[in-house]
């Protein structure tokens, strides 16, 4: 019942920047953390960025200082905002949400930075 819909991704150059953004909807209670995942082609997926219900936020070393991820609450919605993208940013970008029940993966969403 619970889905996770991304939107944001695409195509840019090195330098650039993007917004993801990723909206929970159905049977949701109370949400303990969201965050994004990313995996690259050949690589496993690893974690991103996350903020919890606390308010307590965790970026991964690769991106920290060029992205921030933040929160809308009354809309169920977690943005992670991408600056100064880099070529090997280029994956698959997951959200995740975590609620009382369980863990929660949207489809994905492909960002692509070329040299």
């Known amino acids: 019942q619970v889905q996770l819909v991304e939107s944001g991704g695409g195509l840019v150059q090195a330098g650039g920047s993007l917004r993801l953004s990723c909206a929970a909807s159905?049977?949701?209670?109370?949400?303990?953390?969201m965050g994004w995942y990313r995996q690259a082609p050949g690589k496993e997926r690893e974690p991103v960025a996350s903020i919890t219900s606390g308010n307590i936020i965790n970026y991964a070393d690769s991106v920290r200082g060029r992205s921030i991820i933040s929160r809308d609450n009354a809309k169920n919605t977690v943005y992670l905002q991408m600056n100064r993208l880099k070529p090997e940013d280029t994956a698959v970008y997951y959200c995740?949400?975590?609620?009382?029940?369980?863990?929660?993966w949207g489809q994905g969403t492909q960002v692509t930075v070329s040299s």
């Open positions: 995740r949400m975590v609620d009382g029940v369980r863990t929660y």
């Open positions: 159905g049977s949701i209670f109370s949400i303990k953390a």
